[in-house]
């Protein structure tokens, strides 16, 4: 598929708009295997990218950051893409519109988005109807799931064990997402004194199921030293109160020539890169390695795929450069991986994991 025919008529949308369209048109694909198989023929990846983690196998490291299918309305046709495994979401219990429009902004020569967004959500019923409907996928499924806007943080756990209860059928994985910019003081929820409670409520939660799926931490690129040291200190427990990070969200924090620094909303893409490596590197080392991390931000090449790897992620997700790249960029990188892997001098990607996460997190933000 030639993106590059199709991205300037895109950008002449509204960035909303070409997201829903698009999505649309992947929805419509989704009962359409011929056509996806046409569009994307399936290809074996390279044995030495395939790993297991959390008794899942992920056939090479790239998936899809959650974001782009925030309701599962297109599961089926971005597994054919390419993707080793997916996230939907942000799912909340209730039904929600999010913030205000316009929330999403494109900025091309920093190949960057910001977003405000806020959770839209079609709710937790809505997305386990359609999941019953769909599944399986040929990939594994994680699910980020937030609280509603309306919900006070001192209730917050309600929501998050609510979804856990409703989807835990469905998920390969859960994405604990308190870490969004976009509702307000979410963050907060980040402080071990209130994460603590939360996490042994979703454990609990979790052991009422009759699958148990891993429950990972997403976790904010804006965190003191300090902070993620005190956050990786949840893996060095005896038992932990969790399975895992995703590292990291969009970032409050702008690049000092940033073009629109008034411009309110968590920024992704490229100018992301360093700072959310340097948190992956920080919190690799801080917990000795002993919890597989997610690293997100600023992913759009084979060797951004490395970069992450070597800062302490065992697997990678990307989304802005879609928006840029198109549905092919997943296949391009997954066929570079090979040979950057034998230019490093290993025979399995699972060697390089932390190799580097003292440069990276000795690197300023």
């Known amino acids: 598929m030639d993106f590059s025919r199709w991205r300037p008529w895109l950008f002449l949308l509204e960035p909303e708009h ?8 992947l929805g419509g694909l989704n009962e359409m295997p011929k056509t996806r198989a046409h569009l994307w023929p399936h290809r074996a990846s390279d044995p030495r990218l395939a790993q297991e983690l959390w008794g899942l196998h992920f056939a090479h490291p790239v998936g899809l950051a959650a974001g782009f299918d925030k309701d599962g309305q297109a599961l089926k046709s971005l597994a054919s893409m390419g993707f080793a495994f997916l996230e939907l979401g942000t799912v909340t219990p209730r039904p929600q519109l999010g913030n205000p429009g316009p929330r999403i902004f494109r900025y091309p020569q920093q190949r960057a988005v910001i977003n405000r967004l806020g959770f839209p959500s079609q709710g937790g019923s809505a997305v386990a109807d359609r999941l019953a409907a769909t599944l399986p996928l040929a990939v594994p499924l994680g699910i980020n799931i937030g609280k509603n806007r309306e919900t006070p943080l001192t209730a917050a756990v309600g929501d998050y064990r609510a979804l856990i ?28 004194q209130s ?17 148990q799926p891993p429950l990972l931490l997403k976790i904010a690129p804006d965190l003191a030293p300090d902070e993620v040291t005190a956050l990786a200190a949840l893996a060095q427990e005896p038992e932990p109160l969790l399975d895992g990070f995703i590292a990291t969200n969009t970032t409050l924090g702008r690049p000092s020539d940033w073009p629109h620094p008034d411009e309110a909303g968590g920024l992704s893409g490229a ?35 490395l970069d992450k790897i070597e800062a302490g992620a065992s697997l990678v997700q990307l989304y802005t450069a879609l928006i840029y790249e198109g549905p092919d960029l997943v296949r391009r990188i997954t066929d570079a991986l090979p040979e950057l892997l034998t230019d490093r001098g290993v025979d399995h990607l699972g060697a390089l994991v932390g190799r580097r996460a003292e440069h990276w997190a000795s690197l300023p933000a």
């Open 18 to 25: 070409a997201h829903a369209l698009s999505l649309r048109v």
């Open 165 to 192: 209860q409703q989807l835990g059928p469905f998920a390969d994985y859960f994405s604990i997402n308190v870490s969004s910019p976009n509702t307000p003081d979410l963050r907060r929820l980040q402080d071990p």
């Open 195 to 211: 994460l603590r409670p939360l996490l042994q409520e979703l454990r609990e939660a979790r052991q009422k199921l009759q699958r």
């Open 271 to 305: 100018p992301l890169k360093r700072r959310a490596n340097g948190i992956i590197a920080q919190l690799y080392r801080a917990s000795s390695g002993r919890l597989p991390i997610i690293g997100v931000g600023g992913v759009a090449t084979a060797e951004d795929v």
